[in-house]
């Protein structure tokens, strides 16, 4: 059983959620005029359904709840809040997942109260269910048992974060500090039951030597260089 329960998402399931998001929003007769990407996680998603829905009006707004991968912050924050007249249009504000669903409830009341656009309506491809605030407009997939969902968009960020994570913990569980490059690939299976291209294991290392977190130590071996604390 893996520490972590991660799925991990293709570009190509990406594609088909947005566009099975997208029929959605038409069946139901919306017509968004604009669309508000939630940045980060919304980027991709909300270009895609502008493109499915032929909409030419996108903008974004960061509001940020998640800092690292599968650890929340204690609560979400607006970066950078700006204002815009929205008077006139119908507005689509789109994330990729609902999960706490903090982070779009800031959104949306900062949206309604500083940019007032004539309607809101919140999508997302993926709502969980069982613990969110709140149910958005639309949604592709309704989720039920909590996952971390690994998009594609974030896969250096998250697995240089999982390791960081894997290798700290099982510092302060057994006090390891030297890791070979074949036992962290291994390790890394067994903690969070996915695998990623090849690339991504030596990418993510290759930051962690940089953060100064590990340090080459051999031909394809890594020590801690920064000890967590035990
Ligand atoms: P929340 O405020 O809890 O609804 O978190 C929303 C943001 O955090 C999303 O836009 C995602 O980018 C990220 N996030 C939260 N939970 C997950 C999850 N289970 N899988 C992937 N990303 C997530």
Redesign the pocket.
Known sequence: MPRVPVKLVSWDEIVEWSRGLAKRIKESGYRPSVIIA?A???YVPARLLCDFLGVENLLSIQSQ??TEA?K?AER?VLKFPYKVDLKGHRALLV??????????LLARDYILREWRPDELKIAALQW?STV?KFKPDYYYIEVKE??????PWTRLEDVTQFIKRMIAETFKETGKEKWSYKEILESFREWYGVEVEEFYYRDALEMLVEQGFLEKCGEEEYCLKEKPQQ
């Not at 990729?96 to 779009?104: A, P």
């Not at 909590?146 to 998009?151: R, S």
């Open positions: 939630v980060r996680g919304g709840h998640w599968a929340a979400a994330d990729d997942i609902v999960d706490t669903g903090e982070t779009l969980i969110a909590w996952k971390w969902f690994q998009y």
